[in-house]
């Protein structure tokens, strides 16, 4: 027997016929719709997520302004949670707190009490915090006031939120974001504001502006974290299609025998960075390491300190922290971003600024709008009273004859031709409204309403006119980055080389620095030839006066014979430069370019060199590179085909890369090239006698130089 359901007529209609199947794949449709659109996946127009776009209305609405007194974070955000965002507190905490801390590149939230610092920090609770916004925040807020944007109902139509906020700054770009939901990802990097304001106004000027201009003006990312860009690879894809892989890496100094961390990458938590470094001591890879401690404090900020054992470098500490740690990581920036109709999609920088002009375009044209109707209607009513004032004993006797006011009213409208609006403001008027004085400040008041309804209208009608505006405001609004901590934190070094790579951003890395690398004078990497790396700074020089410092970043594992460069024609010498040390490139129309490496970025088994020193001309070309002490008692032996001459290094001057050097052979008469030139830290000497070394104006000598011979 089987049962039946009997439904009454009356609710048939309630019914669902549908499957289990259906309803479920229905159900998780509308939740990834929603995860989405609504919770993981900020806005291409004014760069919020639903959650902070809330918060900050809330606190906007609370009058939480700079200079007012701050409130309770517990009670702001119970109050977004009961009125706008019915999610959990700990999660709008957890916004407003990522908003107030000190590595945002711009802080929208001014924040009262332990709030996050460094990466990782987690703020006190939030009923020991106090917020309200700062001043970059208000200005996201500060149009609100001016039905700039659309409202709409909240969840539970108690109340109306807006769709967006009227943003005076793309707040996408400059703080950057990071947000997960069904299907799509989003990592946004920060930039540096004044850089995307300038952006802004140039895109605003010139909408078709090239790739080249628009890398020129935001040349890469600027996070609060600080850190180092490395190398230029992804920088212009990221920048021209919102999609680009680029490498990022700490700031990691050598004191001593220390290794001493002051910057992480963005994303990177200082305990994640401890947690592995104390792994890899553990299982021996880092055997070099005696000691950490962390050293970070809220007055001087991040400072974690990695000791060498005694008989192992710091520098090759220092390479395998940013080879095995997270300390040099890949940044994969993905422009995803919510469309007008909330639909998430790819954008390129260009577009996202478009999308924000576009978004300031609308608050212009929204609140001159509303100003435009609020001007109209008062402009009537003036004109109204201003035809009143004409004749105002009549208008006196037209109300004092009158029985009711809808007599009064009829007979003002019959009487002067005004309609029943201004009718009613003329009844509504105050005696005092009738005097000579308010007659002429009506006049003034009707010739103010006159221009600014004219300024209105051609803001409400033309797109050029609202340009200008636009483009004045951005300008005003670009003085709330004027402050020193608006400076570049991040430093974009095109010429140094990654250290690591990685399968993937989270997973294991490979080790690219191997302590054996050795660098003979022939120009090859080899793990059995030439000076360890470990014990100095490596260096090349090519005939035509390109030199190059490396530290072996880039090279595989085990692996031999690699040339120092990708092309190593004319390669005159290369070699391990102690610490300390100075390499002299000498040139054969006789000069002389001491270089100190420190001044020098080094460069990976990619690099081919920089202009090192600078030549003459035809003919011209390095013919010697003299590793130099900074101490005294050096000497430089330089023979020329007519004579010969000893030069005290201590009077060769330190110059910058790039120079022409300094002379310091003068040439025998007849003769313009130096043949060859050799350093001795013992002095030289001729036959049994030791030859003097001379200043560098001093004269070279006549004859030949071959019997001239390093001192024993």
Request: with cysteine; hydrophobic share 40%; aromatic share 6%.
């Amino acid at each position: 027997m089987t049962a039946t359901l009997d439904i009454p007529e009356q609710n048939a209609d309630l019914v669902l016929d549908q499957s289990a199947d259906d309803y479920w794949n229905h159900y998780q449709l509308t939740f990834a719709l929603y995860s989405v659109s609504d919770r993981a996946i900020p806005s291409a127009f004014d760069g919020l997520k639903p959650g902070q776009r809330r918060l900050l209305y809330q606190m906007h609405d609370s009058r939480l302004l700079p200079g007012n007194k701050p409130q309770k974070s517990s009670k702001v955000c119970s109050a977004v949670t009961g009125n706008l965002h019915p999610h959990g507190g700990a999660s709008m905490y957890g916004a407003a707190a990522l908003m107030a801390a000190e590595f945002q590149r711009v802080k929208v939230i001014d924040g009262q009490g332990a709030f996050p610092r460094i990466q990782g920090d987690i703020p006190a609770a939030d009923r020991y915090t106090e917020m309200r916004l700062s001043a970059p925040g208000a200005a996201l807020t500060a149009e609100l006031d001016d039905h700039a944007v659309p409202m709409v109902a909240t969840f539970d139509g108690e109340w109306t939120e807006p769709t967006m906020l009227p943003a005076q700054w793309p707040v996408l770009l400059c703080n950057g974001a990071v947000g997960i939901a069904e299907g799509w990802a989003t990592k946004v990097p920060a930039h540096n504001p004044r850089e995307i304001m300038a952006a802004c106004r140039a895109l605003l000027k010139t909408p078709n502006m090239t790739d080249d201009r628009l890398v020129k003006l935001i040349p890469g990312p600027d996070w609060g974290c600080g850190a180092t860009v490395v190398g230029t690879a992804g920088l212009r894809d990221y920048i021209t299609t919102g999609r680009g892989a680029f490498t990022v890496r700490g700031t990691v100094t050598v004191d001593g025998k220390n290794c001493v961390i002051t910057e992480l990458p963005p994303g990177v938590a200082s305990n994640t960075v401890q947690e592995r470094i104390r792994a890899l001591v553990e299982s021996g890879e880092m055997s070099g390491v005696a000691d950490m401690s962390d050293l970070t404090d809220r007055r001087n900020g991040l400072r974690i300190v990695v000791t060498a054992k005694r008989g192992h470098s710091a520098d090759q500490i220092r390479e395998q922290l940013l080879a095995l740690t997270p300390l040099e990581s890949t940044f994969a920036a993905s422009l995803v971003a919510l469309d007008e109709n909330r639909v998430p999609r790819w954008w390129s920088v260009r577009e996202l600024i478009s999308a924000f002009l576009h978004l300031r375009d609308s608050v212009v044209l929204h609140r001159s709008e509303y100003r435009l109707e609020k001007v109209t209607a008062r402009r009537h009513l003036v004109a109204g009273l201003m035809t009143i004032h004409l004749d105002i004993d009549a208008a006196v006797a037209v109300i004092r004859s009158s029985d009711t006011v809808d007599e009064a009213r009829q007979g003002l409208q019959d009487r002067f031709a005004i309609d029943a609006v201004q009718a009613d403001y003329v009844l509504a008027l105050q005696l005092r409204r009738l005097t000579k004085l308010d007659v002429i400040e009506l006049r003034a008041e009707a010739e103010k309403l006159d221009a600014e309804f004219a300024e209105l209208t051609e803001l409400v009608s033309n797109p050029d006119a609202r340009r200008k505006v636009i483009d004045s405001e951005l300008v005003e609004t670009a003085k709330l980055f004027k402050g020193p901590e608006f400076d570049r934190r991040t430093v974009l070094d095109a010429e140094a080389v990654p250290v690591t790579s990685s399968a993937d951003e989270d997973g294991p890395r490979e080790r690219k620095v191997n302590a054996a690398w050795r660098l003979d004078d022939r120009g090859v990497f080899s793990d059995s030839h030439g000076e360890l790396l470990t014990s100095g700074l490596g260096w090349a020089v090519w005939t035509d006066g390109r030199v190059k410092f490396t530290t072996g970043s880039g090279l595989p594992y085990k692996t031999r014979d690699i040339p120092v460069a990708p092309d190593i024609t004319g390669l005159l010498r290369s070699g391990v430069l102690p610490a300390g040390y100075h390499l002299a490139l000498v040139t054969r129309r006789g000069k002389i370019l001491r270089i100190d490496p420190a001044a020098v970025n080094p460069q990976g088994a990619a690099g081919n060199g920089v202009a090192g020193v600078k030549l003459a001309g035809d003919g011209d070309e390095v013919v010697a590179a003299l590793p130099v002490s900074c101490g005294n008692g050096e000497a430089i032996l330089s023979v020329s085909e007519k004579g010969w001459k000893v030069t005290e290094v201590a009077d060769i001057p330190v110059k910058g890369r790039g120079g022409a050097g300094v002379g310091f052979h003068p040439f025998v008469k007849g003769e313009n090239t130096l043949v060859s030139a050799a350093i001795s830290a013992t002095g030289y000497v001729r036959g049994k006698r030791s030859v003097r070394a001379e200043s560098r104006a001093k004269a070279s000598i006549k004859g030949s130089g071959s019997d001239v011979t390093p001192a024993v």
